[in-house]
C-alpha cells in the first residue's frame, strides 16, 4: 500500500523520540500513513542494543516498533545540527520528542521563545517522566519504576506474592497511546484556529489514570485495595481458573452470563443459591464459589470448554502463550501479524473501510535514509558532504554517549 492511502497522508512527524513510549506511538502515526522521520542521535536509539535476541546488529525492542520511519542521524548537541533539523522542521506537522525535561531548551531549542513563534502551525508533542514541574517535575522515569510510583505494582499480584510489574510496559505504551491521541486532537483543532500547541503527556500522570477501577474504589470506600491475584475486586467470578488440561479465566461480567455458565457445567440451580443470586453476592461469597467451580472445572477440558461457553455467550479464554497466539487462527484472520522478509510483528489494530494502515517498510537501519532526507528538504552534494565531514550527520553509530 502507499502511504497517500493512510488516514494520516500527508501529515509530516519529526520524530525526536527514542526507547519505547514515543516509537510506539510515532509508529501508530507511521503505520497510519504519516510521514515519520525519526532523528537519531550519533549513538543511536538505545533500545537497538536491547537484546538479545538481535538481527543484523539490531534488537527485537528496536525492530518491534518503528517500522514505517525513515531514519537520519544528527547531532544535535552542536548548531549545525540544530539548523539542519529547522530545515526539517519547515514543512512539519508535528515534532514529537521524549527527551529528559528541559534539554531541547538547553540546546536553544525551547517551545515558547524558539520553535512557537519559528513555526506557528507546529505541534509541539513531549513525553517525559513525571512532567515538567512539581515535586518531581524534570526527573527522569522509565516503565517499571512508574509503575512502582504510580500504585500500579501494588495492585498487581497476589498475598503470597507481594506487588508485581505487569510483565507488559503498560505504561509506556499508554503513554505513546495518549500522545497520539494528543496529537491527532491538536491536529483537528488546528483545522480551526490554524495554530500549533504544545501537546505534553507523563508516564506518572498516565500510570494513575490506567488505575481503574482501584482508583474509583478508593475514592468512594477509602480503603486501599488489596492484593487478589487474577481476581476482580468488584466482579465475580472474574478470575483464573485451572481445568482437567489448561487453565482458562472465566470474565462473568452479569447475572445472565453466570446463569450460562452454570448450565453448560451442569448445575443450573446454582444461581439460586443466596450466596450466588447477583454479582453483589457473589463477590460476597467469592471464597465459596471459586471453591464449587474448581470442583467441577477440574473436570473438563480447558480449550474445550472455553469454546462451549464462548458459543453460549460467556466470556472466557483459554490461557495462551505467545507462540499459540501468534499461531491462532483468529490471529491470522484480524491481519495481526504481519510480515515482510525477515521481519514479522504485530498487525495493527485499528480497522479503516477505506484507508487501512499498513505495515510498508520495515524498520530502518541507523541514519539509513539520512542523505536523501536532506537531498529532498534541499542540500546540496556539497552541503550533505559538509555535515558529514563536520560529524553532523552520521550513518555509522558512535560507540559510548
Not at 77 to 102: H, I, M, Q, S, Y
Not at 146 to 153: D, I, K, N, R
Not at 254 to 282: I, S
Request: hydrophobic content about 35%; proline content about 8%; overall charge neutral.
Amino acid at each position: 500500500m502507499n502511504a497517500s492511502t493512510g488516514t494520516l497522508a500527508g501529515i509530516k512527524v519529526i520524530d525526536l523520540t527514542r526507547i519505547l513510549s514515543g516509537p510506539y506511538g510515532s509508529q501508530i502515526l507511521a503505520d497510519h500513513g504519516a510521514t515519520v522521520i525519526k532523528v537519531e542521535p550519533p549513538a543511536g536509539d538505545e533500545t537497538r542494543d536491547w537484546g538479545p535476541p538481535f538481527r543484523d546488529g539490531t534488537a527485537s525492542y528496536f525492530v518491534g516498533v518503528n517500522r514505517n520511519k525513515r531514519s537520519i542521524a544528527l547531532d544535535l548537541t552542536k548548531p549545525e545540527g540544530r539548523e539542519v533539523l529547522f530545515r526539517l522542521l519547515e514543512d512539519a506537522d508535528v515534532l514529537f520528542e521524549n527527551f529528559k525535561t528541559g534539554q531541547l531548551a538547553k540546546w536553544g531549542l525551547d517551545w515558547e521563545t524558539v520553535l512557537k513563534p519559528r513555526f506557528p502551525r507546529l505541534i509541539y508533542a513531549q513525553i517525559s517522566g513525571f512532567g515538567p514541574d512539581g515535586p518531581l517535575g524534570g526527573l527522569p522515569g522509565y516503565d517499571a519504576a512508574v509503575q512502582a510510583s504510580s500504585g500500579l505494582m501494588s495492585i498487581n499480584g497476589s498475598p503470597e506474592s507481594g506487588p508485581i510489574r505487569l510483565g507488559t510496559p503498560i505504561v509506556d505504551l499508554g503513554t505513546g497511546l495518549n500522545a497520539v491521541i494528543g496529537i491527532l486532537m491538536a491536529l483537528i483543532e488546528r483545522q480551526r484556529s490554524g495554530r500549533g500547541q504544545h501537546v505534553e503527556c507523563s508516564l506518572y500522570d498516565v500510570g494513575i489514570s490506567l488505575l481503574h477501577p482501584h482508583a474509583a474504589n478508593y475514592f468512594m470506600s477509602g480503603e486501599p485495595p488489596k492484593l487478589l491475584g487474577n481476581s476482580h475486586p468488584n466482579i465475580c467470578p472474574y478470575d483464573q481458573y485451572r481445568t482437567r488440561t489448561r487453565p482458562i479465566f472465566l470474565a462473568v461480567g452479569n447475572d445472565t452470563q453466570f446463569r450460562r455458565l452454570c448450565e453448560v457445567l451442569g448445575v443450573p440451580e446454582l444461581p439460586t443459591d443466596a450466596r450466588f443470586k447477583t454479582n453483589r453476592d457473589r463477590v460476597q461469597h467469592r471464597a465459596e464459589l471459586n471453591q464449587i467451580l474448581l470442583d467441577l472445572l477440574l473436570e473438563h477440558d480447558g480449550p474445550a470448554l472455553a469454546s462451549r461457553l464462548l458459543d453460549a455467550g460467556v466470556p472466557v479464554g483459554p490461557v495462551q502463550s505467545i507462540p499459540e497466539v501468534m499461531d491462532d487462527p483468529h490471529t491470522k484472520h484480524r491481519d495481526m501479524v504481519v510480515e515482510m522478509g525477515a521481519y514479522r510483528g504485530t498487525g495493527i489494530p485499528l480497522k479503516f473501510d477505506r484507508t487501512p494502515g499498513a505495515a510498508r517498510t520495515v524498520p530502518p537501519a541507523f541514519g539509513a535514509d539520512g542523505q536523501a532526507i536532506l537531498a529532498e528538504h534541499g542540500f546540496t552534494a556539497e552541503e550533505i558532504d559538509g555535515l558529514k565531514a563536520q560529524g553532523i550527520l552520521h550513518d555509522q553509530r558512535r560507540k559510548g554517549k
